[in-house]
């Protein structure tokens, strides 16, 4: 049984918790230009809150993976404050702009398109959306209307081979199968519960759980949404959490993907502020609520490969611990920790593992949801759950963006690495979301895990990182764009080359027009990864971008 050890000493300075908090409203622009060309400090104290505002002048000068700001740092702080400054200004008319195309999206398809729409005005039939019903259809379900399975009888008889010990379901980057379920279930994810519970039973033939709305802390909503399934009700050998991505429209999701404050854990690295908070792991309001939520003392570190005793799964000291506390001070238990993910969907899992006694688990996600997918198992160490643990078969992101640093990665790697991978970051082309936050020789955020990275011609690639890896990269801008004329050519004609599953329709044709200007957000379109899975093939020798 392999272990790694860390017990905190309160007397170390490396255990006090660091933090680094960007807030883009709390200046204007003479005082970030300030902050970007200088080292003024009072300037700078209007956008970032750190931990130790003592030592901030000397980290100015400072920088690395320590946290230190470099004027490298500063650049990039700056970018992201402009963006987000930007996306806060767009926020209300992207949600109501978003809302509106929805409603025209299910009112043209509710009514059989424009034809069909003119009959039932005709004899007065005109059909009316309702959002959150069965029919009602989210913008990232119109633009990819696939819902059946690639490999369903496939998936069936590995899960029935692998409860009986064969080789059958297998986590490994060349399981098609899973692959498959996992970004079907990343692309359900964005759909309503009455959407998923429908497709999960009706169309792939498997049982429905739960869907959850939980408390989004950065966005001061109910937002983070993730839903569960089992391959059977009874004696099911496997259960999958989906986590919901980035919404085409909403301006916090697109806020959260560029946002650069972190929190550091102690000994284990630091993490993306803003997707703890998603998960409901604390406040940047209060940010001892993260030390809170998220450390324990004394706490033994075991990998993967270790053995676990039978038996039901308990209160670990972790979760007395979140019951205690919340944003406020008040206690977080029932009411604040019912409504956020970890703790919503760490119950539920509890309760589904002690009652399919050899099923195991798959997180997945895309976009954001790929964050939460992998930030999930990472708090299921940290809180010392090796009984959950033994029992996670994988974890599959697509497009996700870069969630700490090399510390967090190097650590995460011990427990996902033994004695078999269990987590595989899925990367299509030009896609800009796994490209952010920025990440250079010195700076913060950085990947880990083994990245399938997919061309536009859909040829697979096992690399440690994805090319041209921060998208603003010079020698790539020409790729990029013959890249995107090439997606939009193909978009045209893939329902004759590939078959009628692979056409797409004005809304994926009109993503890749976008594209022709910003080829890293067409490319992040779930239709691309769902043909990688499906269409994609080796690579014998490295490829280039195209």
Same mark, same amino acid.
């Given at each position: 049984?392999?272990?790694? $050890?860390?017990?905190?000493?309160?007397?170390?300075?490396?255990?006090?918790?660091?933090?680094?908090?960007?807030?883009? $409203?709390?200046?204007?622009?003479?005082?970030?230009?300030?902050?970007?060309?200088?080292? /003024?400090?009072?300037?700078?104290?209007?956008?970032?809150?750190?931990?130790?505002?003592?030592?901030?002048?000397? #980290?100015?000068?400072?920088?690395?993976?320590?946290?230190?700001?470099?004027?490298?740092?500063?650049?990039?702080?700056?970018?992201?404050?402009?963006?987000?400054?930007?996306?806060?200004?767009?926020?209300?008319?992207?949600?109501?702009?978003?809302?509106?195309?929805?409603?025209?999206?299910?009112?043209?398809?509710?009514?059989?398109?424009?034809?069909?729409?003119?009959?039932?005005?005709?004899?007065?039939?005109?059909?009316?959306?309702?959002?959150?019903? #069965?029919?009602?259809?989210?913008?990232?379900?119109?633009?990819?209307?696939?819902?059946?399975?690639?490999? +369903?009888?496939?998936?069936?008889?590995?899960?029935?081979?692998?409860?009986?010990?064969?080789?059958?379901?297998?986590?490994? =980057?060349? +399981?098609?199968?899973?692959?498959? @379920?996992?970004?079907?279930?990343?692309?359900?994810?964005?759909?309503?519960?009455?959407?998923?519970?429908?497709?999960?039973?009706?169309?792939?033939?498997?049982?429905?759980?739960?869907?959850?709305?939980?408390?989004?802390?950065?966005?001061?909503?109910?937002?983070? $949404?993730?839903?569960?399934?089992?391959?059977?009700?009874?004696?099911?050998?496997?259960?999958?959490?989906?986590?919901?991505?980035?919404?085409?429209?909403?301006?916090?999701?697109?806020?959260? /993907?560029?946002?650069?404050?972190?929190?550091?854990?102690?000994?284990?690295?630091?993490?993306?502020?803003?997707?703890?908070?998603?998960?409901?792991?604390?406040?940047?309001?209060?940010?001892?609520?993260?030390?809170?939520?998220? $450390?324990?003392?004394?706490?033994?570190?075991?990998?993967? *490969?270790?053995?676990?005793? #039978?038996? =039901?799964?308990?209160?670990?000291?972790?979760?007395?611990?979140?019951?205690?506390?919340?944003?406020?001070?008040?206690?977080?238990?029932?009411?604040?920790?019912?409504?956020?993910?970890?703790?919503?969907?760490?119950?539920?899992?509890?309760?589904?593992?002690?009652?399919?006694?050899?099923?195991?688990?798959?997180?997945?996600?895309?976009?954001?949801?790929?964050?939460?997918?992998?930030?999930?198992?990472?708090?299921?160490?940290?809180?010392?759950?090796?009984?959950?643990?033994?029992?996670?078969?994988?974890?599959?992101?697509?497009?996700?963006?870069?969630?700490?640093?090399?510390?967090?990665?190097?650590?995460?790697?011990?427990?996902?690495?033994?004695?078999?991978?269990?987590?595989?970051?899925?990367?299509?082309?030009?896609?800009?979301?796994?490209?952010?936050?920025?990440?250079?020789?010195?700076?913060?955020?950085?990947?880990?895990?083994?990245?399938?990275?997919?061309?536009?011609?859909?040829?697979?690639?096992?690399?440690?990182?994805?090319?041209?890896?921060?998208?603003?990269?010079?020698?790539?801008?020409?790729?990029?764009?013959? +890249?995107?004329?090439?997606? @939009?050519?193909? =978009?045209?004609?893939?329902?004759?080359?590939?078959?009628?599953?692979?056409?797409?329709?004005?809304?994926?044709?009109?993503?890749?027009?976008?594209?022709?200007?910003?080829?890293?957000?067409?490319?992040?379109?779930?239709?691309?990864?769902? *043909?990688?899975?499906?269409?994609?093939?080796?690579?014998?020798?490295?490829?280039?971008?195209?």
């Amino acid at each position: 049984m392999a272990t790694t $050890q860390f017990k905190p000493n309160s007397s170390s300075t490396s255990d006090i918790s660091r933090y680094l908090i960007v807030r883009p $409203q709390n200046g204007g622009i003479t005082d970030l230009v300030r902050f970007l060309v200088s080292t /003024d400090k009072a300037s700078a104290a209007k956008f970032i809150e750190t931990s130790d505002s003592d030592t901030y002048a000397a #980290e100015l000068l400072g920088g690395g993976d320590d946290g230190g700001i470099t004027p490298d740092h500063r650049w990039v702080i700056f970018v992201s404050i402009i963006v987000r400054k930007i996306i806060s200004v767009f926020g209300k008319p992207m949600e109501w702009s978003g809302c509106l195309f929805e409603f025209f999206l299910n009112f043209m398809s509710d009514n059989g398109g424009m034809l069909g729409l003119l009959w039932n005005l005709l004899h007065g039939k005109v059909v009316m959306p309702h959002r959150g019903s #069965e029919t009602f259809i989210s913008a990232i379900g119109h633009l990819d209307g696939r819902i059946d399975l690639y490999t +369903n009888n496939s998936l069936v008889e590995g899960i029935s081979e692998s409860a009986l010990g064969g080789k059958g379901l297998q986590s490994e =980057s060349g +399981n098609r199968v899973l692959m498959d @379920l996992c970004m079907m279930a990343s692309k359900l994810a964005y759909e309503n519960a009455k959407v998923v519970s429908n497709v999960v039973n009706y169309h792939w033939k498997m049982h429905f759980v739960d869907f959850y709305d939980c408390w989004n802390d950065y966005q001061k909503d109910m937002s983070t $949404q993730v839903f569960i399934l089992c391959d059977k009700p009874k004696d099911a050998n496997l259960i999958l959490i989906s986590f919901r991505g980035t919404e085409p429209f909403d301006a916090d999701d697109w806020s959260t /993907d560029f946002d650069y404050s972190w929190y550091e854990i102690p000994r284990l690295g630091k993490v993306h502020m803003g997707f703890l908070e998603a998960l409901g792991l604390g406040n940047r309001a209060n940010a001892s609520t993260f030390q809170s939520l998220l $450390q324990v003392n004394d706490t033994i570190f075991t990998s993967s *490969n270790a053995s676990t005793s #039978e038996g =039901s799964f308990t209160e670990s000291k972790a979760e007395k611990i979140g019951r205690d506390h919340s944003s406020d001070g008040n206690k977080l238990i029932p009411d604040m920790v019912e409504m956020t993910a970890y703790y919503a969907v760490r119950s539920k899992l509890k309760s589904l593992l002690n009652e399919h006694k050899t099923a195991k688990f798959i997180v997945t996600g895309h976009s954001l949801g790929g964050a939460l997918a992998i930030l999930f198992p990472t708090v299921l160490v940290l809180h010392e759950e090796r009984e959950i643990m033994q029992r996670l078969l994988g974890v599959y992101t697509y497009g996700q963006p870069r969630v700490g640093n090399r510390q967090l990665g190097r650590f995460m790697e011990d427990h996902l690495d033994l004695p078999v991978p269990k987590y595989f970051r899925v990367v299509y082309c030009n896609d800009l979301v796994p490209r952010l936050p920025y990440d250079d020789k010195t700076f913060l955020y950085k990947h880990f895990g083994e990245c399938l990275y997919y061309n536009s011609l859909y040829i697979e690639q096992k690399v440690d990182e994805e090319p041209n890896r921060n998208y603003f990269g010079i020698l790539y801008l020409i790729p990029e764009y013959i +890249n995107a004329v090439w997606e @939009l050519i193909r =978009s045209l004609i893939m329902g004759y080359t590939h078959g009628p599953e692979y056409k797409e329709g004005w809304l994926s044709v009109g993503l890749r027009v976008v594209g022709l200007a910003i080829p890293g957000i067409s490319a992040h379109s779930p239709t691309n990864y769902v *043909n990688s899975v499906r269409l994609g093939r080796d690579c014998a020798i490295p490829m280039a971008t195209l």
